[in-house]
């Protein structure tokens, strides 16, 4: 690689980091605030909601039970799996680590690649179920739904900076990855 490629990558990643830093709110909050106990819980919730042990659980747990919407369970397991895989081969090829100044004990279950940070699982998923939701609902139909999604996917989204979990640019990883894994699953793998 030049120098010239090297400078540049170099200025990028500065400035990378230093929009994160702004941005890694929580990181900066008096712990003992009641601003910083609240918006900790908040942002604590949507990163348990994001993530995709729970959500991976319940629609594998909800299939027995459910006639009706069977196939719709089994193809958002099926695309649990299929991101799960994705965001470990990423994570292990890049093993970008996490922000020096993020609070490591209170990470929701985190393991094996999860300790590094390119790309954001939660940005992955988030983008990737945002993908078939697009592709599974009429927007002026399920107006309310569509926003609703919206809405709860870009907090998980942009929890993961204000967190202090993630940098920027690995947000918008997790997303062009989520997109591809949303593309993947509704065109090759999804059951209709």
């Not at 369970?73 to 991101?83: E, Q």
């Not at 279950?109 to 390119?118: A, E, I, L």
């Amino acid at each position: 690689m030049s120098e010239k490629n090297k400078s540049l990558l170099s200025q990028i990643n500065h400035y990378d980091f230093e929009l994160s830093w702004k941005l890694a709110l929580m990181c900066k909050l008096d712990r003992s605030s009641w601003s910083f106990k609240i918006l900790d819980k908040v942002l604590y919730m949507f990163e348990i909601l994001g993530s995709g042990v729970p959500s991976l659980t319940f629609s594998i747990l909800i299939l027995p039970f459910c006639t009706t919407w069977f196939w719709f369970f089994l193809n958002i397991s099926i695309a649990h799996v299929f991101d799960i895989f994705c965001q470990f081969s990423a994570k292990n090829m890049f093993k970008r680590p996490r922000p020096q100044y993020q609070d490591n004990e209170d990470m929701f279950f985190t393991h094996g690649p999860d300790k590094y940070s390119f790309p954001s699982g939660h940005c992955c998923r988030m983008t990737m179920f945002w993908y078939l939701t697009m592709c599974l609902l009429d927007k002026h139909l399920y107006a309310m739904y569509y926003n609703a999604a919206i809405v709860f996917y870009s907090i998980v989204i942009a929890s993961r900076v204000l967190m202090g979990r993630h940098y920027c640019s690995d947000l918008i990883g997790g997303v062009l990855l989520g997109l591809m894994e949303g593309y993947v699953i509704w065109e090759m793998i999804w059951l209709h």
